[in-house]
């Protein structure tokens, strides 16, 4: 199956594709809706350690980026991610929110596999996400 038409990419993607404005606050209240449902899983420093590979891999394409530490305070987790996106223009914001959470998600699906990965991503995101982006397309 080739990378694009995952469902997971496809609903990232989607997702994304909404908001085109306060890209900066959308993409972190994605990030926040995610993590919940992560961290109940793999905990805070299992989660903490996918999200630094994950700002890592993506620094190469999107130098800018934050290095992956995190707040401690879970209300504020995503602060440095929200500067650096703050900077940027709505394109390149979105464009790096989305290899973020791509590479994230392709970093979890190696950990607990695709299926797993989608539900999770429907957890946090709703299941109507995963309607919009997979019209046509069964994931199995």
């Known amino acids: 199956m080739a990378t694009s038409d995952l469902l997971r990419h496809q609903i990232i993607k989607s997702l994304l594709a909404q908001h085109t404005e306060k890209v900066a606050d959308a993409a ?8 919940i449902q992560i961290i109940s899983i793999v905990g805070e420093g299992g989660f903490n350690s996918l999200y630094a590979r994950s700002v890592f891999l993506t620094q190469s394409t999107f130098p800018w980026l934050a290095d992956g530490t995190l707040s401690p305070q879970t209300d504020h987790r995503f602060s440095a991610l929200k500067i650096c996106f703050e900077e940027q223009t709505p394109a390149q914001t979105s464009a790096a929110n989305s290899l973020l959470l791509i590479t994230f998600t392709d970093i979890l699906t190696s950990l607990i596999g695709e299926q797993l990965t989608t539900n999770i991503l429907r957890s946090a995101w709703g299941n109507d996400a995963s309607d919009r982006a997979g019209k046509g397309f069964k994931n199995e």
């Not at 209240?29 to 993590?35: F, G, P, R, S, V």
């Open 28 to 35: 972190i209240n994605l990030w926040e809706q995610m993590a």
